[in-house]
């Protein structure tokens, strides 16, 4: 029966739950499924095998992040440049993957440990650092800055949402000018709509540039304006369109009143008009204000990123992880009585896995049919995962997760396993977070 024709049952019987308990019971039991893993899966199950890869591990799979690279490639209006969202994608090499073929060597970083070591192995980046960090953070970032190739006066720009934050970075400004004798590159975050802070009005956007205007040891580098709420706006508050062209709109004006307070000093062209994300950068045209796009995620499309706008993009990221044990029954201590009576109601309950690992923002995607155990609860050590009599998957055989997320799963496995469709042809070290 097509799914379609199943719904309809589904919805009619529901509907006449109301009026028959038995009713009730056929609508809300939970019907039996399972599978084995897919051609793909049966593959890269191969693969990590081959690979000696026995533990749970971060997988990334090249093709179809070249396939996204394409996609970004495609829809990026020919006057918007690319900025790599380093969070998102937290390896030097998954960066240097997506430097290489972009051409890009705008990076935007939110962590200091991680802006060391990008000054540190990637010398020739340009950072714009995406939230405003603790002034102390910053100065810990100059601290830690090892003698290099990366020039921070030119190559960094630090992000300021309030005068409060403004006063405090022109302490480290004015201590780092002495030094160097060039200013700090400061862009200013806006409040495009999102309301995650940033300037929300023009009098409050000229007053910080006026401030920044009047300090010879600070240089106004740009805006950053992000507009992720606008992916998500319903129909009936105007949709995406109608999100992104107001937040537009009020860039548009940020701009103006920078060209207004700066007068001959206003250059558009050595500005960075930072916008964008993911889930909204293939909204974008070439008349929007801004001059570059941000976006990370939907290169390697955790779960969080299955959205309209991003429809041609691929998964390009699985966390692998062994079965330990496959046990013919679902028996949970005390209540082990009821083991006939939960699979009864529920075939899905029939069997148990335990994984390795376990516990991570992710959800099972191959086999299909596995579900958590809501009794028995969670573990990152030994998670367990029921699944009927139709799942295929015994012992030393693989689960398959989608990350949620991608910038703090990634960090969680060591090394990220890259595929290239039949083999494990790399091992990308992934960002150390305290380092
Ligand atoms: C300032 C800023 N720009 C852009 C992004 C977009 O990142 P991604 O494309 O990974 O969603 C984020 C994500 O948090 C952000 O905070």
Known sequence: MSDSK????????????????????????????GGGHSAYFAKLQTALRDAGLWRPTLVVDRQAL????????????QSKHYRIVAKSLPSLELIRFVRERTGTDRLMVF????????????????????????VGAAARFFEYLKPGAFDPQQQMQWLIDTP?????????????????????????????????????????????????????????????????????????????????????AFYADSVTTARNVLGSGFDERTLTLNAGGSSTYQLYDDAAPCNELAMGSGLVMPTDFDKPTLADHRPAAFIATPVLKALPSTRLPGIEFMSPAFRAWDPNTARTFYIYGGYWHADTVSPPGLQRNPIWGHSTNQEMLNGSEQVQLGVDDYVFLRPHQSEFVFLEFGDIAVFDGERIT????VFQQGA
């Open 66 to 77: 070249e396939h996204n690279v394409g996609r970004l490639q495609a829809h990026l209006p």
């Open 426 to 429: 790399a091992a990308w070290p």
């Open 6 to 33: 199943v719904n309809l049952k589904r919805r009619t019987l529901i509907g006449a739950a109301a009026a028959s308990p038995l009713l009730a019971f056929a609508a809300f039991k939970p019907r039996e499924h």
């Open 164 to 248: 409060e934050h403004l006063v405090q970075y022109r302490e480290l400004a004015r201590a780092r000018h002495n030094e160097t004798g060039q200013p700090m590159q400061v862009s200013l975050e806006l409040d495009v709509g999102l309301h995650r802070g940033g300037l929300r009005t023009q009098e409050a956007v000229a007053e910080l540039l006026m401030l920044l205007g009047a300090e010879p040891s600070m240089r106004f580098a740009g805006f950053m304006g992000y507009e992720a709420h606008a992916s998500k706006m319903p129909a009936i508050l105007g949709g995406p369109r109608k999100a992104l062209d107001e937040a537009m």
């Open 111 to 134: 962590h200091q440990p991680f802006a060391n070591f990008i000054a540190e192995r990637m010398p020739d980046a340009r950072v714009l650092i995406g939230k405003p960090m603790p």
